[in-house]
């Protein structure tokens, strides 16, 4: 599918994507492709307990999140969305530590990396990229400058009513968000046309007097280039944006789920389109942007990284049971206090 | 505070001293300070802005402090809770308003999940200095979902804190430290109480202000419960709106020789457990008294620590005077559902006369 806008068009001036950039696009879908891939393996080899999946959703993560500006913009993620915080230059094993059971939220940090803690209460976060957008604007950052909120959720979070609440929040007091919502055609089993009434996410936005755009998820450029057309719409300060990348979750919702329970593979292989990697390898060899080499080379690199990260993962330890009471508040409280000491007495036996 | 400070509708002129206010006024004063003292306090929800809330508790903020600091929400709790995690997470303090509390409800969800936990989530890097306003509990034959106890609801999430002022003066101090928190706090307002005058202290404004730099206790003894009234033969335990009902109870009691003593337990989370072992240590008897149901009440809590640091000493077990496990009824219900003063006055005689079998 094309790039098609529902509303208005958000568009500005920015030259097209250098091959340098290309490159550097296809080298974080290579390397958000092979861990994620990787982190199902360690779930079955019992590295980690749990993952979610992305196959088939990298170009639209990549795509969107190397458009992100970590000087001043900050994402609001759920918890599908590795290959975002791979493109944002995230510490991955703070990131992945989640899925290792070490600690709810990750272990990275959220201010330096601008990327919000996971969490996985379907829409909980797009409230907070409005709250954090519209503290943009009182701020008042020059034209120009302003920060961006980023949020990322699904057609399944889209039927919650937040959502709602974040879009009307948003577009009455104009706040600098973009809304990228990846329908990756499922919300675990059930499929979008049973979740999204109206036709699409993105033309809900109408409702709004938001901008809204349905862009090809599977294309990493059309994503890069409709995100950041958007930020750019957001920092000059005319509000909101809603973005619809139409994409594909190939196999399971997550390491529990047995898609086989609602849908065949025939249908899999027929309905997920092209993969994204392998289209977009195939453009950079029409165009003559790369060769066997380099695509090689991006291999060679993914793979070490995962290595890297699954040695940094593996040699997490668990938390120090105490900071399980010592994170709870800023200023803890004296019953909190003595349930830690009476913790590290019987347990402890100090 | 600075002396050039505009006095707001209500409220004389006066910089400090002790004055006498409603709790509507010394809430809004203490808004109106806090707002003046820190920049990044917002104040936000529905209604709160131009018409000064229903309470009239914003009254006159948004004229004298601009629409930036003070403004209206559209018509969405979970979009006013939700929002004041991103606030929070840029750096800004927000103090939300739900108009009732029984439409915390709708919010139940960015309260819990999201506000309750992003500090720990985060491992502390994204602290949620928000202070959430509910006015709360009943008294005011309001309509369904206008007079809940939502109290036990709150405490018992980790991560929350929870405080009930009962006179003007604590209402404007408690909220200029609730404020000044790192941790989010929900603020429980007790509404039928709002147009009682009271004598406020204002001359320890520049205190709260340092509790707001240092974190410590501003002198006024702010972080845990007050003696509402001293008394050798029984504790009371009470808050909010009870806290002033079970006065006039102490008052009557007297008449026949009881002498109670009233403890003003002020926050429910932390409970000042210290204070109830004190009081109870002394009076070797307690009954608290809650509008909140009685069924995992906070009154059940209560009674647990005063069990855990008296039982050797008790004379009774603890009792509790406490509204019904029924939905809160309407207002000619109401004075039924409230304990009143009879009730508490029957509560007192149990634990008087209890005899071990
Ligand atoms: C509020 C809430 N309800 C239910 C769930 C359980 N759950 C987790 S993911 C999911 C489906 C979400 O679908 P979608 O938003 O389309 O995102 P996707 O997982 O497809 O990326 C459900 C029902 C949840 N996490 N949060």
């Known amino acids: 599918m094309t790039t098609k806008a529902v509303l208005a068009a958000v568009d500005d001036d920015a030259a097209p994507l250098t091959h340098h950039q290309l490159r550097e696009l296809y080298t974080l879908m290579a390397a958000v492709r092979h861990l994620d891939t990787s982190a199902v393996a360690w779930q079955r080899q019992g590295i980690i307990p749990g993952y979610a999946p992305e196959l088939g959703q990298e170009a639209a993560q990549v795509g969107s999140g190397y458009a992100v500006d970590r000087t001043r913009d900050f994402v609001f993620p759920t918890y599908r969305e590795m290959g975002v915080a791979r493109a944002m230059g995230l510490d991955m094993v ?9 600690w709810h939220g990750g272990m990275y940090n959220p201010l ?19 709250g954090w957008a519209h503290g943009q604007t009182l701020s008042g950052h020059a034209e120009g400058e302003t920060g961006v909120a980023m949020t990322y959720f699904g057609d399944g979070a889209s039927s919650q009513g937040d959502v709602h609440e974040a879009m009307n929040f948003a577009a009455v007091m104009k706040a600098p968000v973009v809304f990228f919502i990846q329908n990756n055609g499922w919300a675990i089993s059930l499929p979008t046309e049973r979740q999204v009434a109206g036709g699409s996410v993105a033309a809900r936005a109408a409702g709004y007097g938001i901008p809204s755009l349905q862009v090809d998820g599977n294309d990493v450029v059309a994503v890069f280039e409709a995100t950041r057309s958007a930020l750019a719409h957001c920092r000059a300060g005319n509000g909101p944006v809603v973005i619809e990348a139409m994409t594909y979750r190939r196999g399971p919702h997550s390491t529990a789920d047995d898609p ?9 292989r027929t309905d997920a389109g092209e993969d994204p990697l392998e289209r977009f390898r195939q453009r950079l060899l029409d165009e003559g942007v790369a060769d066997e080499a380099f695509f090689a080379e991006a291999q060679r690199k993914a793979e070490e990284e995962e290595e890297a990260i699954r040695t940094g993962i593996e040699d997490l330890g668990p938390r120090p049971g105490a900071e399980m009471f010592g994170l709870v508040f800023q200023e803890p409280t004296p019953a909190l206090q003595s349930q830690a000491t009476a913790w590290r007495e019987e347990s402890e036996h100090v | 505070m600075s002396e050039t400070m505009t006095a707001l509708p209500g409220i004389e002129a006066a910089a400090a001293g002790v004055q006498q206010l409603s709790m509507q006024q010394a809430l809004n004063r203490a808004l109106d300070e806090i707002l003046a003292e820190n920049p990044k306090a917002v104040i936000f929800g529905e209604d709160c802005g131009r018409l000064g809330g229903v309470f009239r508790i914003t009254d006159g903020l948004q004229a004298k402090h601009g629409e930036d600091r003070v403004f209206d929400t559209p018509l969405a709790e979970s979009g006013i809770l939700g929002m004041s995690v991103g606030l929070a997470v840029a750096g800004f303090h927000p103090i939300p308003e ?3 509390d029984g439409f915390a409800y709708p919010a139940i969800n960015q309260i819990v999940c999201q506000i309750a936990r992003m500090n720990y989530r985060s491992r502390g890097t994204l602290p949620m200095p928000i202070t959430l306003r509910v006015p709360s509990f009943g008294g005011i034959r309001a309509p369904e979902h206008h007079g809940e106890s939502l109290e036990a609801l709150f405490a018992h999430v980790p991560g929350l804190k929870v405080v009930s002022p009962s006179t003007p003066n604590d209402a404007y101090h408690l909220l200029k ?5 790192p941790d989010p706090v929900i603020f429980m307002e007790p509404k039928s109480r709002y147009w009682q005058k009271g004598p406020v202290d204002l001359t ?3 205190a709260a202000t340092a509790a707001h730099d240092g974190g410590a206790d501003n002198g006024s003894n702010l972080t845990g419960a007050r003696v509402a ?3 050798r033969h029984l504790t009371l335990v009470a808050w909010g709106a009870m806290v002033a009902r079970c006065l006039q109870v102490a008052e009557l009691a007297a008449e026949d020789g009881i002498d ?3 403890l003003d337990l002020r926050w429910l989370k932390p409970i000042d457990a210290e204070a109830l072992a004190t009081s109870v240590g002394k009076t070797r008897r307690a009954v608290v008294v809650h509008e909140a149901p009685l069924t995992s009440g906070l009154g059940a809590e209560v009674a647990q620590l005063i069990t855990q640091s008296c039982f050797a000493t008790l004379k009774a077990p603890v009792e509790r005077v406490t509204g019904f496990d029924v939905p809160y009824p309407s207002g000619d219900l109401e004075d039924e559902y409230i304990p009143n003063i009879d009730r508490i006055l029957f509560g007192i005689q149990r634990v008087l006369e209890y005899r071990r079998g």
Do not use: N
């Open chain 2, 98 to 100: 739900v108009q009732f």
């Open chain 1, 94 to 102: 703070g990131y992945m530590s989640t899925h290792k059971a070490t």
């Open chain 1, 112 to 130: 330096e990396s601008r990327f919000a803690p996971i969490q996985a209460v379907v829409a909980g976060s797009v409230l907070h990229a409005v």
């Open chain 2, 260 to 262: 109670v003593e009233v």
């Open chain 2, 204 to 206: 320890s404004v520049d």
């Open chain 2, 177 to 181: 430290y609730a404020a000044a928190r």
């Open chain 2, 229 to 231: 009234r001293e008394g």
């Open chain 1, 260 to 268: 086989g329970r609602y849908r065949t593979l025939d249908e899999e």
